[in-house]
T-cell receptor, first 113, second 115 residues
Framework: GNSVTQMEGPVTLSEEAFLTINCTYTATGYPSLFWYVQYPGEGLQLLLKATKADDKGSNKGFEATYRKETTSFHLEKGSVQVSDSAVYFCALTTTSGTYKYIFGTGTRLKVLA | DGGITQSPKYLFRKEGQNVTLSCEQNLNHDAMYWYRQDPGQGLRLIYYSQIVNDFQKGDIAEGYSVSREKKESFPLTVTSAQKNPTAFYLC??????????????FGDGTRLSIL
């Protein structure tokens, strides 16, 4: 079946450090891939997406590239800020006939000033 | 602005009581979803609906019920059969249909606690 695996957190970084959060997936068909961010007490917000192999999604300094050969969609940011502290979820959806989205377990990021 | 509205933000349930969580969207989306999130955990799918008057069980449907009488609305009832209802509940919607690869949009959640 379809699944998403994220690196376990928490990830603790100093401000201006480089961020990588790993995400790998298993899926039939041609999945679309997403990163969402969740701030405390709030719902999930779409951060970026990629719908086909080699696509790069980007937003607010975050980037992720859809790598079909390694079934990965790692999230990166060159210089994190305290305001980036949140939980990040990797997710996918497929054209398999159901309208279900598969989420990873989330990775908590804490950025220290 | 279009979006998803969940209410109330906080809800308390007494033992043996059913409670209903509201979810309304004005995005004209066909598909709607309910998730449960426990502290430090990911999202678990309770129910989803692809179209009005139709819905399917997700991974943890026991103790919950839903209805989809209108495209804009997808209320969730937490019944007394749900023995551990304390959690953060998230409603989401997506285009569905030809927009199957579009992202979900989420509400701000309802936090349910037991009195």
């Amino acid at each position: 079946g379809n699944s998403v695996t994220q690196m376990e957190g928490p990830v603790t970084l100093s401000e201006e450090a480089f961020l990588t959060i790993n995400c790998t997936y298993t899926a039939t068909g041609y999945p679309s891939l997403f990163w969402y961010v969740q701030y405390p007490g709030e719902g999930l917000q779409l951060l970026l997406k990629a719908t086909k192999a080699d696509d790069k999604g980007s937003n607010k300094g975050f980037e992720a590239t859809y790598r079909k050969e390694t079934t990965s969609f790692h999230l990166e940011k060159g210089s994190v800020q305290v305001s980036d502290s949140a939980v990040y979820f990797c997710a996918l959806t497929t054209t398999s006939g159901t309208y279900k989205y598969i989420f990873g377990t989330g990775t908590r990021l804490k950025v220290l000033a | 602005d279009g979006g998803i509205t969940q209410s109330p933000k906080y809800l308390f349930r007494k033992e043996g009581q059913n409670v209903t969580l509201s979810c309304e969207q004005n995005l004209n989306h066909d598909a709607m979803y309910w998730y449960r999130q426990d502290p430090g955990q990911g999202l678990r799918l309770i129910y989803y609906s692809q179209i009005v008057n139709d819905f399917q069980k997700g991974d943890i449907a026991e103790g919950y019920s839903v209805s989809r009488e209108k495209k804009e609305s997808f209320p969730l009832t937490v019944t007394s059969a749900q023995k551990n209802p304390t959690a953060f509940y998230l409603c989401a919607s997506s285009s569905g249909g030809s927009g199957i690869n579009q992202p979900q949009h989420f509400g701000d959640g309802t936090r349910l606690s037991i009195l």
